[in-house]
């Protein structure tokens, strides 16, 4: 496995990817950081891509997308090399995955370009990333490869698929309903559930298209894994509120604008009643009977 230990010397990518000057000249890299302007990281959207998607670089988890306004992105012919950028917590960093790489065959207007996968390079989708600074261009995430193939290193090449950030700390907690929903069926992230499941705690859940909020907190045992387990499982964890949400709007609601916050966590033997006491603080805090959804 290639990894970044003290005192290494950087891969460069150029010497992974081993392309001739006239494959570089006709290639592309493209660097998917969000779901549109302001939308959730990309890497969410990969993870979501089935493993055999993922695997095989399949269209579907990167986004080829052949259009720049009215200008094409690619040309019929190119190559185009696809990462996604890692993240941490609401943090982006300078590390991107590998996902794919393909021929391009056709450029539909306003759509997905049609591709054809380059199979040599599976081995390396989802497995390898690399260190590169994408700069200033926050418009655009398609490149000609030449302008980074000379800067980008690799940092490592993990030895199974990319399962998603670990577990970085209780003050980073702010997950998506999806993305809790994929941690609890221990499909992404496995360090945290075993990390939820060790602490008591108050927490916030979020609608994001209405702005209201839920105030609750988990102080028996299983801790906070336990009282989010049962979101989702029911949706509406027996309260009232989210009930009579859940009976107007459905389960697919709250999978596309839920989310899940941790605001304050304590050790499973903190007093309970104590917990509680910071539960209602909260609620007076941020006006969740009047505002939100809580009822009592």
Known sequence: MFGRKAGAVDIPLSSILNLTEEQIENSKIELNATQGKGGPPFIDHWLDCSEDERRTGARRVTSYWGWYGKKRNFRVGQHVFSFIQLCRGKVMLDEWLFVSAARVVSIPENQQADVDVLERFAP?????????????????????????????????????????????????????????????????????????????????????????LYIGSATGEGGVAARWGSYLDTKHGGNKGLRDLYEREGEEYFRKY??????????????????LERERWWKDCLDTREHGYNDN
């Open 124 to 212: 390396l989708f989802g497995r390898m990333i690399i260190n590169l600074h994408k700069g200033q261009a926050f418009g655009r995430y398609c490149f000609d490869l030449k302008k980074h193939l000379g800067t980008a290193t690799v940092k490592e090449v993990l030895p199974t698929l990319y399962s998603g950030e670990t577990f970085h700390g209780y003050d980073d907690v702010h997950l998506s309903y999806a993305k809790l929903d994929r941690i609890f069926k221990r499909e992404i992230m496995p360090s945290y559930h075993d990390a939820l499941e060790s602490v008591t705690g108050v927490y916030c859940l979020t609608d994001t298209k209405t702005g209201k």
């Open 258 to 275: 839920f989310k899940f916050t941790l605001l304050e966590y304590f050790g499973m033997s903190y007093d309970p009643q104590k917990v």
